[in-house]
């Protein structure tokens, strides 16, 4: 049976994610348009986003946290630019992002000392296997097939190298090991609903110390650059943005911050993305046709959260009849104006994603899944 209520807010794209919830265009109202980001109000609300950042997200005090330029990819891009190649390197990918992290290491950063340590969809490489005498990049939370590492257990606090870890979409839903992590990328648009364009990048005092001491053989654009002369450019930690920022996406930010607070900081943000889950994993356990894509629950994310139909006779199907009933699934819940943005990832099996980040109200998920149950009668109808 068709269902007759709606999820109140239909987005459920894992990027840019929903926006929180209240939000309208007045959010960015005392936003600093037309001045300079480096004059006095510029610079402490570019301050005030680090300082908040850091505040919610209980990173260490000796940690520096920096705005870069070109969102997550940019700011884990000049990571690996401006850091590697002093040590061999393991990269750790076990869906899309990773792996795209892994051939740029080969095939733009051409290390030589490299290997690739992967795992297909659902599933997580045997972390046993990372040597800590290493450089390390992995996601933390792989976004395209909703497989997220348990824990930092597997990263030792002796290591000699560093941990560089991709947390666009884990930062602000999960508990990050702080003192296990050395450079940790995000952006503004996954957790917190903000925009896009801008990226995050924090730094542990061993990651500082590589890039003062470290030089890599390789040219490095302007917007890659955090040292100058074997020292930190200090200033990006504290506002000084390498180049212009929107100050439309800044107050954005602060208003996302802001509204973190209101939840109960990092917990309330943590409990948020778990409840959505958790209503998904409620309806999965009851539903004849639908499974997690990670079916190890230890590993299964709450911010990304993938399906896969598992029923016999849609599994019967030809790769591409399941892959064209996915997209019309996808297709008939956006027409109804319940689920924006709920496929796949164009590299990951076929199937849909939810987001359940932090912004994404539980019940709007509780609203979204009868819908899915009418849309896959809707599809089953036609094989
Ligand atoms: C794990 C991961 N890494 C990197 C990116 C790219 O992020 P951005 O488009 O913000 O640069 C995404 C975006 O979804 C992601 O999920």
């Known amino acids: 049976m068709k269902p007759t209520s709606k999820p109140n807010n239909p987005c459920f794209s894992s990027g840019p994610c929903a926006k929180r919830p209240g939000w309208t265009l007045d959010a960015l109202k005392d936003a600093a348009v037309g001045r300079s980001h480096r004059s006095k109000i510029g610079k402490a609300k570019l301050a005030e986003v680090i300082k908040t950042s850091k505040q919610i997200l209980g990173m260490p005090a000796d940690y520096l946290l920096g705005i870069v330029p070109a969102s997550d990819t940019g ?17 750790v990918a076990w869906e899309s992002f990773g792996s795209g992290w892994a051939a740029d290491c080969k095939s733009q950063l051409k290390l030589k000392d490299l290997r690739s340590i992967k795992a297909d969809y659902g599933k997580l490489p045997d972390l046993a296997q990372v040597d800590w005498t290493h450089d390390v990049v992995f996601t933390w939370n792989g976004t395209t097939s909703g497989v997220r590492v348990p824990n930092g257990n597997w990263i030792p606090a002796d290591r000699q190298g ?173 027409k109804e104006g319940v689920a924006y943005d709920i496929g796949s990832y164009r590299d990951a099996p076929a199937g849909m994603r939810i987001w359940g980040g932090a912004t994404v109200e539980t019940k709007d998920i509780d609203a979204l899944l009868p819908w899915l149950d009418w849309a896959y009668g809707e599809v089953k109808k036609t094989f």
């Open 75 to 91: 700011a884990i891009e000049m990571a690996m630019w401006s850091m590697l190649g002093e040590r061999p390197v393991d990269v």
């Open 162 to 334: 560093l941990s560089i870890c991709d947390a666009t979409s884990a930062v602000f839903a999960m508990e990050m090991p702080w003192d296990k992590l050395d450079v940790v990328t995000w952006s503004w648009q996954k957790v917190l609903g903000g925009e896009a364009a801008h990226g995050m990048i924090a730094l542990s005092p061993r990651a500082v110390k590589r890039l003062e001491a470290y030089a890599a053989d390789r040219p490095l654009p302007k917007i890659f650059q955090m040292s100058k002369g074997g020292k930190l450019i200090a200033g990006i930690f504290e506002g000084e943005t390498i180049n212009t920022p929107s100050m439309l996406c800044v107050e954005d930010a602060l208003d996302g911050l802001k509204w973190a607070q209101s939840v109960g900081g990092l917990s309330g943000l943590i409990a948020r993305s778990e409840s959505n889950l958790k209503a998904i994993e409620d309806w999965v356990a009851a539903s004849g046709w639908a499974a997690f894509l990670a079916e190890d629950k230890a590993i299964r994310s709450s911010t990304s959260i993938c399906l896969k139909v598992q029923d016999p006779s849609y599994l019967a199907l030809s790769a591409d009849d399941q892959a064209k009933h996915a997209k019309t699934i996808v297709s008939l819940l956006e």
